[in-house]
T-cell receptor, first 113, second 111 residues
Framework: SQKIEQNSEALNIQEGKTATLTCNYTNYSPAYLQWYRQDPGRGPVFLLLIRENEKEKRKERLKVTFDTTLKQSLFHITASQPADSATYLCAPILTGTASKLTFGTGTRLQVTL | DAGITQSPRYKITETGRQVTLMCHQTWSHSYMFWYRQDLGHGLRLIYYSAAADITDKGEVPDGYVVSRSKTENFPLTLESATRSQTSVYFC??????????FGEGSRLTVL
């Protein structure tokens, strides 16, 4: 069955460092992948979308890579700040099934001073 | 204000009662979704709708009913609530292959 794996353990990093979060998927080949941020008690908020033919996508301090051979996406936050502390969710999407977006369980990032 | 709103934000009910969670969006997005979020399971899709009067099951539809008579509304009904339906429920909307816009969630407790 299709599976999405994100590190369930919290990632603790120091302010100013680069945070790297991993999203692995198995048993399917997504056409693109979305990343969302979720703060406690709030709904997820869309951050970035990367397509299978794009190796890398950037938005300000955020960078996403998409390796279809490894079946993995990496999400980087450079120069991290305490305000980046949140849970980050990945959502790989098959072509034609964007209507059934499936999310990973998310990785909680904690950025400390 | 444009956006997606859910009501109620908090609800406590008893086993066996019917509960309806409301969702309203102002963008005229064609797609709407209901997810539940539980610790250890992440977000799981309950039902989705591609347009008015078109709905389909997601991963965990049992015990839930939806309708979509108007594009902007997508209510979720628990016909006979069970304790296992205690959860946080999120409504979302989107265009067919676009990003999802989520509401703030409805926290439901079934006693």
């Amino acid at each position: 069955s299709q599976k999405i794996e994100q590190n369930s353990e919290a990632l603790n990093i120091q302010e100013g460092k680069t945070a790297t979060l991993t999203c692995n998927y198995t048993n399917y080949s997504p056409a693109y992948l979305q990343w969302y941020r979720q703060d406690p008690g709030r709904g997820p908020v869309f951050l970035l979308l990367i397509r299978e033919n794009e190796k890398e996508k950037r938005k300000e301090r955020l960078k996403v890579t998409f390796d279809t051979t490894l079946k993995q996406s990496l999400f980087h936050i450079t120069a991290s700040q305490p305000a980046d502390s949140a849970t980050y969710l990945c959502a790989p999407i098959l072509t034609g099934t964007a209507s059934k977006l499936t999310f990973g369980t998310g990785t909680r990032l904690q950025v400390t001073l | 204000d444009a956006g997606i709103t859910q009501s109620p934000r908090y609800k406590i009910t008893e086993t066996g009662r019917q509960v309806t969670l409301m969702c309203h969006q102002t963008w005229s997005h064609s797609y709407m979704f209901w997810y539940r979020q539980d610790l250890g399971h992440g977000l799981r899709l309950i039902y989705y709708s591609a347009a008015a009067d078109i709905t389909d099951k997601g991963e965990v539809p049992d015990g839930y009913v939806v309708s979509r008579s108007k594009t902007e509304n997508f209510p979720l009904t628990l016909e006979s609530a069970t304790r296992s339906q205690t959860s946080v429920y999120f409504c979302a909307s989107s265009e067919p292959t676009g990003e999802l816009f989520f509401g703030e969630g409805s926290r439901l407790t079934v006693l």
